[in-house]
Every structure is written in structure tokens, then in C-alpha cells.
């Protein structure tokens, strides 16, 4: 006898096969419409066998895959477009079936959040299927950059206090001096995920470059009149959905955040970033370093410059910043007081700099080389 839950998956799995037989058109948007509620009435263990069952019986179709290899011949376009028609899985033509219902784009996305909870080892294919699905479909064509102020609509404010991952936003009177005049706080959005920021980046506009994320957090809002600000600093960077976790979308949303911020206010000649260094307490730890504060920055920078994974920065921070082509600008010794940045980094914080003549040069010299760019700063701790 069978249980509620299994019955429930197999429902779904002849809704799956179903939908692939489907011709009409119409018809189709109909059981897509009734998948993506299908899959939603799934809870993450049956969701997690489903996954194990699309692995199995939902691949390419052997005799089709070893047709194709049989005939192959590379030399000739057409018959190395067969061998790749014969080699795409049956998920991915059902994961874009889906994709015409409403809301099945988001049925996509959190079937990839249960995904990567689960053990990759258990659904490879699946997995890749998922991941390669959407990296397409959330490219940068499809993503667009909105601005994102006290007037925005409440349920995308509530989203930004949800989503926020960096600094918390404690109240809402706390977000609201986020969104204030010498604040700024830009979102991508997708066109299939109305409402629903896919990553927001929160900038402050300052007067020089900022060594402490409370004093920053914590300044009084400006009074009326300019600005005076020659700084853009961003201080924090969150994605939103847990199903898209490892699509990249940060790099092209500074860019794109720079550029607005350039045509806005031309007056602003720096740009930084006051970001967390979450790996140093424990490598401080490990090496048996204490935290001095005579010594601090010298342990932090000697962290950034030789703690390495694959020839490349251990802390992921750094390897982000420095990929898009920033420099170590300043290390900050009590950047962060708080008890998550004493935690993470005995209160250390670390200024990257974005210095537009020089993106592209150390941009290259750290893909081709691993070579970090330094402040003179930073160059005087080692």
C-alpha cells in the first residue's frame, strides 16, 4: 500500500510525462499550470525523491543517444546537431515546458533551493540540468536594474529586510535611513519573479572612504541641501533566492550600480567597498595567532595575500572583489563591533577599491597570474 507522499510524487511524475507527450498547445499551458501546482504541494522530502526519480527515468533516451553516436560524423553540422538533440535530458525539456505556466519560473527556482540542500552525489544529472536551465534563463538580458527607495512598493521593502544578509535591517525605521537621501539601494529584477528581487546592493554616499560599518550605519540622516559626498561605498550585497545560489550576478550589478551612480552624481571620484573578511578569526585561530590589536592588521593582511585554495585567496570575499578587478585598499581594525564581526573576523573589515583606470589591468593580472593589488596601505603592513 501505498502513502500519501508516494502518491503524491507519482502523481507528479505522470503529470511530468504527460506534459512532455503533450502536442496542443493549449493543452500544455494547462498541465504546466497544473504541474507548477503540483510541485508546490510538495513538501522537501518528496520533493527530494522526486529529484531522485527525475535522475533515473527522466535522462536522454539511450536508443536515440546511441543512434546518434553510431551515425555521427563531425565533420557535417547536421549530424552533430542530431547527437546533441539525442543528448539533451527529457528534465530540461521539462524544466522549459514548465516555464510557460505562470509561476513556473519560481517552480524552477525552488526545485534547484531543494536541490542544493540535498546531496549532489544523489541527482547529478538533475542537478546540472537545473543549474544549466537557469543560468540561461537568468542572464543578463533578461535582468533588469531598478532603483529601490522608500517609495517602492511595501512587499519589495519587506523583501529587503528578509533577504538582507550582510548587516541586518532591524526595523523599519532602520531600512528607512537605508533609503535616505545620501543612501542608495539598487535591485536586479527578472520579468517571470514580479516583485521579488533576484539581488540588491545597498550603497552609502560619503565623504572620504568609511573604516566603520556602525559609524556608518549609525550617522544621523543629512539636512537639506547637498550631499557633499565624493565616495560611493558599498557596504552590502545580498542575494535573494536560495535556488539561484551560485549563478553570478553580483559582478555585472556593481558595474551596472557604477554606472548609474556616475551619470547621477559626477562629483563622486571613489569607489569602495567596507566588507566583511568571514575567514579570519578561524584562520587566526588555526595558526594560533592572538588577536593583538598591535598586530591585528598585519595578521589580516598576511590572511588576504597567503591564505590561499587553488592559488587563489581563501576568503570569498577577496576572490570576488579582487576577480572584478578591485584593489585591497585598507584593512579596518574594529570595522565591525558587533558580536557576528567579532565572530567572523575579530572585528575586522576590509576596504576594496574600485578605481576605474585601473579595473582592467588588475582584473588580468589576478585572472592570469593570481596577482593581488594592493593599497600603499596595505602595502606598508608587510
Known sequence: MTTPDLDRVEVTLTTCRALLAMRDDASRLQLAAQLVQRLADLDETSTGRLLGRLEIDFGPSREHLEKALADVDLSVPASVQRLHRASTSARHRLFEAINVAPGGTEAIVQLRAVSLALDPNDHPATADDLETTLRSWFNRGFLTLERIGWQTPASVLEKLIEYEAVHEITSWADLRRRLDRDRRCFGFFHPS??????????????????????????????????????????????????????????????????????????????????????????????????????????????????????????????????????????????????????????????????????????????????????????????
Open 193 to 382: 519573479l514580479p516583485g521579488e528581487p533576484v539581488i540588491f546592493v545597498q550603497v552609502a554616499l560619503t565623504r572620504g572612504m568609511p573604516d566603520s560599518i556602525q559609524t556608518l550605519l549609525g550617522s544621523p540622516a543629512p539636512q537639506d541641501g547637498e550631499i557633499g559626498a565624493d565616495t560611493a561605498t558599498f557596504y552590502s550585497i545580498s542575494n535573494c533566492q536560495v535556488g539561484l545560489r551560485g549563478i553570478s550576478f553580483g559582478s555585472l550589478l556593481l558595474k551596472q550600480v557604477t554606472e548609474a551612480l556616475r551619470a547621477e552624481l559626477p562629483q563622486l571620484s571613489v569607489f569602495v567597498t567596507l566588507s566583511p573578511l568571514p575567514g579570519l578569526r578561524a584562520w587566526m585561530d588555526d595558526h594560533g595567532l592572538t588577536p593583538d590589536p598591535a598586530e591585528l592588521a598585519r595578521h589580516a593582511a598576511r590572511y588576504l595575500l597567503e591564505a590561499t585554495r587553488s592559488d587563489r585567496p581563501l576568503d570569498p570575499v577577496a576572490r570576488f572583489h579582487l576577480r572584478n578587478g578591485a584593489r585591497i585598499e585598507r584593512i579596518n581594525i574594529d570595522g565591525d563591533t558587533s558580536p557576528h564581526g567579532s565572530a567572523q573576523s575579530y572585528g575586522v573589515m576590509v576596504n576594496y577599491r574600485y578605481d576605474h583606470a585601473t579595473l582592467v589591468a588588475n582584473h588580468e593580472a589576478y585572472t592570469n597570474s593570481g596577482t593581488i593589488a594592493i593599497g600603499p596601505e596595505v602595502e606598508a603592513l608587510i
